[in-house]
């Protein structure tokens, strides 16, 4: 009887507004299956880059001013690129979403000169290649770097073969195809500089570790690898590492290369007890890698690796980048 009583108050209080919540989803729905086809429609009817109108063009520019950017770099962003569409997705209008992606770009090229720049010195454009960008999605730093490095010692790979193509075709650099199992990764370049930017902090443990021992296997005897990680204190976690299976590919309904496997590409979040293990297992010294922290995008962490003696510290000052404020 007790218990008839409780579920009826139950019912009483929280009856009303759950029975509104899904009357609003019933409303909801049509609604939004109507935009999802008309996002299809879009991407299946929209040239194969995203369309720069003069606002768009006059943001390119002022952005090409301020950072002091080669004139003619090419500027071409493919539609499947899921780096512009995340700011599309936040709201950002298309001069805006431009500027923050080249604001990115210009991002990308202050980490990499000045981690080269640590590494080999004041001439390092003369020797911090071959260089090669792992995870590279669309080629926001390679549209920057073949001005400050010779295109036919870049390399880039990624597992979206369009992604590598755009990047051949546009940029000029060497295109790897990637593959989701590490150990068919395969090249016989022995890479100066390896970067990967933003893929460890997609990849659950197992493929942590095997991605890093494969990239540490093609670096040459003098190379370094750098990579990025979100630390676990973003969320607060005690753990040594979080997967959670939720990524950006996973919101775009329409682009045809978002990965889909939620078992090799969600978010992780590390600790740097984890790191260190993992870099351990590489034979490297506890001495030989540096950790910057949350230098990426003013969130993920930088590991430098060194096959020889480390070279890094904190000397070196990297730039915060809100493309907002310009
Ligand atoms: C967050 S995006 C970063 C892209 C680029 N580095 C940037 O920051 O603009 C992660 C990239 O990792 C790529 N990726 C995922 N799994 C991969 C794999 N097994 N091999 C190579 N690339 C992979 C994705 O296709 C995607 O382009």
């Known amino acids: 009887m007790l218990k008839n009583l409780l579920k009826k108050i139950v019912l009483a209080t929280f009856g009303p507004p759950v029975k509104y919540v899904i009357s609003q989803m019933y409303i909801y729905k049509p609604v939004e299956e109507r935009f999802q086809f008309l996002e299809t429609m879009l991407q299946d009817a929209y040239p194969d880059e995203w369309v720069i109108n003069e606002r768009s063009a006059e943001e390119i520019e002022r952005i090409k001013n301020i950072f002091d950017l080669p004139?003619?770099?090419n500027t071409g962003i493919s539609k499947n690129d899921l780096m512009f569409r995340f700011f599309i997705q936040n709201n950002f209008s298309f001069p805006e979403a431009f500027k923050a992606y080249f604001v990115r770009s210009v991002h990308f090229l202050d980490m990499i000169s000045k981690i080269a720049e640590k590494k080999w010195g004041k001439n390092w454009q003369q020797q911090a290649y071959p260089f090669l960008d792992f995870a590279s999605g669309y080629g926001a730093l390679e549209r920057l770097l073949v001005h400050y490095l010779p295109a036919n010692q870049i390399y880039t790979s990624d597992i979206k073969k369009k992604g590598v193509d755009f990047q051949v075709e546009k940029f000029g650099v060497n295109g790897i195809y990637s593959s989701f199992t590490p150990e068919d990764f395969k090249t016989d370049v022995r890479f100066k500089f390896i970067f990967v930017g933003s893929l460890f902090s997609h990849l659950?443990?197992?493929?942590f570790t095997r991605w890093l021992k494969v990239l540490h296997n093609h670096l040459h005897e003098d190379g370094i690898l750098a990579f990025t990680v979100h630390d676990t204190s973003i969320i607060n976690s005690p753990e040594d590492t979080v997967y959670l299976t939720a990524s950006?590919?996973?919101?775009?309904?329409?682009?045809?290369?978002?990965?889909?496997k939620k078992e090799s590409y969600g978010t992780m979040y590390v600790n740097e007890k984890y790191v260190k293990n993992e870099i351990a297992k590489l034979g490297v010294a506890a001495n030989q890698y540096y950790r910057y922290e949350k230098i990426f995008?003013?969130?993920?962490?930088?590991?430098?690796?060194?096959?020889?003696?480390?070279?890094?510290?904190?000397?070196?000052?990297?730039?915060?980048?809100?493309?907002?404020k310009y």
């Open 248 to 260: 950006e590919d996973l919101t775009s309904n329409v682009v045809e290369d978002a990965i889909r």
């Open 71 to 73: 004139q003619d770099f």
């Open 297 to 324: 995008c003013n969130l993920q962490d930088i590991y430098v690796v060194n096959k020889q003696a480390n070279v890094f510290d904190n000397s070196i000052t990297f730039n915060y980048y809100d493309s907002t």
């Open 204 to 207: 659950p443990e197992d493929l």
